[in-house]
């Protein structure tokens, strides 16, 4: 007999006679991301080393800790979505307020999902991401300013290694179909 499967239905509780789990133990992420793309560039993407003095527990919901410990590295424009909001919401609202730009029209989003065991959680307690990957292709040449970033331009990302970007946001960029460096 084939193992027991686990459909993606949550409740704060288990209910397994009725095919809905409890939501994972170490949680769940929703998030938007947004790799933009220069005109007629399409090795190079957008990516920024945050501001810890930056709004980001507004904009990215990033508490002052993990702001300070990912502002060394490479990130994407992104954020979780907010309670109740649509992805496609979620892409406007982060280009307005990590990049002052307005996106329109968007493309339908790559999906991806991943878990993985972070080295906080008990053994066994794995976090669980699903990702709306938002590919924005000629944009301009000249990268978006921001306050919320203290450098923020396009990277060629086959030249770019896994451990310059912060918060596995290489994995995207691989999703995306960009040629990763490793």
């Known amino acids: ?29 929703l ?18 080393r945050i501001d ?17 410990q990912w502002s060394t590295g490479w990130m994407l424009p992104s954020c979780q979505l907010l309670y109740y909001e649509a992805p496609e919401e979620s892409a406007h609202r982060i280009a307005r307020e990590q990049l002052g730009v307005e996106l329109s029209p968007l493309p339908t989003p790559l999906l ?20 709306f990957v938002y590919v924005i292709d000629n944009f301009s040449d000249r990268p978006p300013h ?22 596995s946001h290489q994995d995207v960029l691989r999703l995306a179909g960009m040629p990763c460096a490793d």
């Open 112 to 131: 991806m999902s991943d878990s993985d065991q972070r080295p906080t959680a008990a053994k066994g307690d794995l976090h669980w991401d699903i990702g």
């Open 52 to 68: 810890p003095a930056g709004p980001w527990a507004h904009i990215g919901g990033l508490d002052p800790s993990r702001a300070h």
């Open 31 to 48: 998030s938007t991301f947004l790799v933009i793309r220069p005109r007629g560039q399409p090795d190079r993407v957008l990516v920024g």
């Open 1 to 29: 007999m084939a193992e027991e499967r686990k459909f993606a239905r949550f409740r704060p509780t288990a209910q397994t006679d009725r095919m809905v789990f409890a939501v994972p133990t170490d949680g769940l992420c």
């Open 146 to 167: 921001h306050s919320a970033w203290t450098d923020l331009r396009f990277v060629e990302v086959s030249m770019t290694r896994r451990t310059d970007y912060v918060r």
